[in-house]
């Protein structure tokens, strides 16, 4: 028989014959017998390797929202100074702003009146006598609207005449004469402060 014969005798035997069963040394059988080789996580062990956590798995753990440092902002207080005179209204700002103060400035009773409705001061410092309207009628309306009637005003005054009274019933807390030292009236402002934290 000629060796291409014998061939297909083989080739025809092989098919004929059922499928034999695999062995070790098949690739298949290789490659199931490593797989099992290798450790598998059991649940048990999952629940184990997260025991601060109450979810089975450490990827269903919900975080809590990071909220940031505390910060704690300390906001100065904002000072309103009203004066008819540029050079005291640039002494008292360069003053009070090198203390730590905010400060705002109005040249008259009616700037004073919007300014104290738009910035909210802490602390007003009202000059009494200024033309147009002067003072007393500026504290007055700032006392009748509800947005500015807690702020604290202090009277300013250069008229030894004018009597303490009339500063305090238009609705000033404190009445002062010029001229005062720059010192001198941030403590009036601090002693004010102090009153109105205390309301």
Known sequence: MRPS??????????????FAPPTLRSPFVGLMRIRDQVSRPVPERVWEADERSRTP???HRTKAPWRGP?????????????DDQPDQLDIYRQYLHFEGYRVAVASGGRVALDVALAA?????????????M???E?????????????????ALSAYGEIPPEWALAAGCE???????LPQDL?????RALVRASRR
Do not use: W
């Open 186 to 190: 941030s403590e009036h402002i601090e």
């Open 134 to 136: 002067d003072g007393f």
């Open 120 to 132: 909210r001061p802490d602390v007003i410092i009202m000059d009494l006598a200024m033309p147009g």
């Open 174 to 180: 404190t009445y002062l004469r010029k001229p005062i």
């Open 57 to 59: 798995h450490p990827k």
């Open 138 to 154: 500026a504290t007055r309306r700032i006392k009748e609207l509800k947005a500015t009637r807690d702020i604290p005003v202090i």
């Open 5 to 18: 014969d014998q061939n297909r005798q083989k080739r025809r035997e092989r098919l004929a014959s059922p």
């Open 70 to 82: 505390e910060r704690r902002v300390i906001v100065p207080p904002a000072v309103l100074l009203v």
